[in-house]
């Protein structure tokens, strides 16, 4: 079993800046993908950017160039720091780990105010 604990999020200013942690334990396969996804209210849940363990990186469009995805591999936790933040960046934040089962943490608000 693998669990996944999130940093806690907040609320901020548009414009604002916010980095989100996520350590991971248990048995992790050595090659993995971490990373995040958000699901706003009324919407799919949806990718916000991902992480290898060879360290490929995948963003979605909404968060390129004002979001920064990065690993410690030997602490098993991922950071996404999140800058420029903007009203429908507003969503329940989810950490991923998948390899090879795929394990979802319980979810953390960030609410950004206009």
């Known amino acids: 079993q693998v669990q996944l604990v999130e940093s806690v999020g907040g609320l901020v200013q548009a414009g604002g800046s916010l980095t989100l942690s996520c350590a991971a334990s248990?048995?992790?396969?050595?090659?993995?993908?971490m990373g995040w996804y958000r699901q706003a209210p009324g919407k799919q849940r949806e990718l916000v950017a991902v992480?290898?363990?060879?360290?490929?990186?995948t963003y979605a469009d909404s968060v390129k160039g004002r979001f920064t995805i990065s690993r410690e591999s030997a602490k098993n936790t991922v950071f996404l720091q999140m800058s420029s933040l903007k009203p429908e960046d507003t969503a329940v934040y989810y950490c991923t780990l998948r390899g090879p089962y795929t394990y979802w943490g319980q979810g953390t608000q960030v609410t950004v105010s206009s």
């Open positions: 992480i290898s363990s060879g360290g490929m990186i």
């Open positions: 248990g048995s992790i396969f050595s090659i993995n993908v």
